[in-house]
Nanobody, 124 residues
Framework: QVQLVESGGGLVQAGGSLRLSCEASGRTFSTYSMGWFRQAPGKERAFVAGITKNDHITYYEDSVKGRFTISRDNARNTVSLLLNRLTPEDTAVYYC?????????????????WGQGTQVTVSS
């Protein structure tokens, strides 16, 4: 079992940046592909970015390509999401998730473990 704890959310002005972090418990972090999802008020939780476990391939939802960067540090059991050029449309609760799959999967159902979420609010 993996426990995930996110941090780094907050209030930022449009155009600003934030760095989200997710720390995983246990000694098996490197055996999971990791992803970030977000859920805005009144909307379903949606994929944002992912990084595979073997080749560390990164992949993104179209609206965040070129603005967000996902990375992982297996020695520290962490996955990070750097959010640049934020807009009010990026306001959401951001969730970290872990998947056993080796593939660049965007489906919520592929991710087994979830963190509690961290709020990101972008003011205009």
């Amino acid at each position: 079992q993996v426990q995930l704890v996110e941090s780094g959310g907050g209030l930022v002005q449009a155009g600003g940046s934030l760095r989200l972090s997710c720390e995983a418990s246990g000694r098996t972090f490197s055996t999971y592909s990791m992803g970030w999802f977000r859920q805005a008020p009144g909307k379903e939780r949606a994929f944002v970015a992912g990084i595979t476990k073997n080749d560390h391939i990164t992949y993104y939802e179209d609206s965040v390509k070129g603005r967000f960067t996902i990375s992982r540090d297996n020695a520290r059991n962490t996955v990070s999401l750097l959010l640049n050029r934020l807009t009010p449309e990026d306001t959401a609760v951001y969730y970290c998730a872990a998947a056993r799959s080796s593939f660049a999967d965007r489906r919520r159902s592929a991710f087994t473990y979830w963190g509690q979420g961290t709020q990101v609010t972008v003011s205009s």
